[in-house]
Nanobody
């Protein structure tokens, strides 16, 4: 299983971006899919996750600004990011749990300028 992220870019503070992550490979049953991020010099942290039935969970500092969604038919998740702040600058990684095993994408860079 290989998740592939896209959509990262340079954006001004207050702007918006939409990230996508498509999983491919030997997929039988995907459970939770999630977005994590890692800023320079910091540990990787959970941004948002979504279950196979659409239950969502968000980190406190993105609630109300980011929205995670999922298309099960395409094994794809999205992250709509609004009101972006410089502190959202990070590499954003997609995580896919398929039959209990976690798979990670290579990441997509989001840079928010002030």
């Amino acid at each position: 299983v290989q998740p592939v992220e896209s959509g990262g870019n340079l954006v001004q503070a207050g702007g918006s971006l939409r990230l996508s992550c498509a999983a491919s490979g030997s997929i039988f049953s995907i459970g939770v899919m999630a977005w994590h991020r890692q800023a320079p010099g910091k540990q990787r942290e959970l941004v948002a996750d979504i279950s196979s039935v659409g239950t969502t969970n968000y980190a406190d500092d993105v609630k109300g600004r980011f929205t995670i969604s999922r298309n099960n038919a395409k094994n794809t998740i999205y992250l709509q990011m609004n009101s972006l702040k410089p502190e959202d600058t990070a590499v954003y990684y997609c995580n896919v749990n398929e039959r209990g095993i976690d798979y990670w994408g290579l990441g997509t860079l989001v840079t928010v300028s002030s």
